[in-house]
């Protein structure tokens, strides 16, 4: 077994890649790459990753690590999966390995390795390569058939959906200070929204923006709902999610958030989805609180550890 260090991937690499993470994900329960890493692997974008490649002794593809090392606040990131056929080799410990190396060199050996759907093997990983537990990213999950509230709007704000090139730096603007706090979604750009609208599964009629109609009319929050799947596809169940839901800072405590909230599973519902599923940072607990009053519950963890930097006696060789 070899690991392979590229700055590009090939359109069939990228194809075994995304197949990879597939299989992986129906074994596990989980996909292993985040949608911001499939995007990239997709689409590319304005900075370059690190790409490792695990192959067997033929060429086969039988494992891949994504790094990205832009992001001089926190450090390099990385991203790991294991075909299920090629586990128990090594692959995943190679893959880490590398990532570490790639981390030395080019973050001072500061390293985030995600652990999505918080997989044993994948936890024991970190902690033996001398990682610590840092972040948990909750998956909650809610029934579409349970009754739902109706949706309350605070006085003189009403809904409409996404405009695309008319609502985009409006959005920007409110995402960005909803998310100041946020170490991923607060630094979206126009580009990061652009490829998001290009995606098949981009529907401006489920991305609901709130305005505030006192002159001057101001975007004060959004929900924008995704549908995972295809409702015309009856071999898999489709399901919802809550993409991303923010409010203006200067619009917090009126009800905002929880009938943006109510009006995007209420959109979902319409859709004939029967499921909606939801990611949040454990440690919001404000926003936890509110999903759980509206009838969500855990179904899953993403883990994020953390390596601050070279530790002495090489515990990852």
Known sequence: MTVEQLDRLSTAQVDQVLALSQAAGDTDGALPLSEHVVLHLRHGGETQAVHLLARDADGT??????????????????????????????IGRALAEAAIAVADERSGGRLRLWAHGDHPSASALAIRLGFDRARVLLQLRRSLFAPLDEVALPDGVTLRGFRPGEDDAAWLAVNAAAFADHPEQGRWTLDDLRVRIQEPWFDP???????????????????WTKIHGDPEDRSHDPIGEVYVLGVAPGAH???????????????LRSRGLSQVMLYVDEENRRAVSLYQRLGFVRWAMDVSFQRSGPRDGAATR
């Open 61 to 90: 593809v039988t494992g891949y690590a994504h790094v990205d090392t832009t992001d001089a606040v926190a450090g390099a990131s990385a991203e790991l999966a294991v075909h299920p056929q090629h586990r128990r080799r090594g």
């Open 205 to 223: 009629a489920g991305f609901l923006l709130a305005f505030r109609q006192d002159p001057p009319e101001e975007l004060v929050g959004f929900h």
């Open 253 to 267: 405590g009126g009800g905002l958030g929880r009938a943006l909230t109510l009006a995007g599973l209420w959109h």
